[in-house]
């Protein structure tokens, strides 16, 4: 059974940064995609980045562009989600996913808040 634990999340002040921390165990972390999912309070939670097995392909969300960046580093198991420029709608809890590369199932972390208030 996979385990994805995120973290990075807190408060910050509008325009400041976070970079959000997604560590997989317990699989072949090279051979699965993560994404990372955002679900604001009342709202549906969406998706906002993804990233392939070895960093090649990434995807970004129409809302997320410019201001979000994915990364993964497959020696340490961790993928990165790095928000500038952070905005009062950002906040909610950001949720990292993994899924092998030819489907299955979709393992899912616990999430971390991310908080963006003056």
């Known amino acids: 059974q996979a385990h994805l634990v995120e973290s990075g999340g807190g408060l910050v002040q509008p325009g400041g940064s976070l970079r959000l921390s997604c560590v997989v165990s317990?699989?072949?972390?090279?051979?699965?995609?993560i994404k990372w999912h955002r679900q604001a309070p009342g709202k549906e939670r969406e998706l906002m980045s993804s990233?392939?097995?070895?960093?090649?392909?990434?995807f970004y969300a129409v809302s997320s562009k410019g201001r979000f960046t994915v990364s993964r580093d497959n020696s340490n198991n961790t993928v990165y989600l790095q928000i500038d420029s952070l905005k009062p709608e950002d906040t909610a809890v950001y949720y990292c996913?993994?899924?092998?590369?030819?489907?299955?199932?979709?393992?899912w972390g616990q999430g971390t808040q991310v908080t963006v208030s003056s």
């Open positions: 990233i392939d097995g070895l960093g090649r392909q990434k």
């Open positions: 317990r699989l072949s972390f090279s051979e699965f995609e």
């Open positions: 996913s993994a899924i092998h590369r030819i489907g299955g199932h979709e393992y």
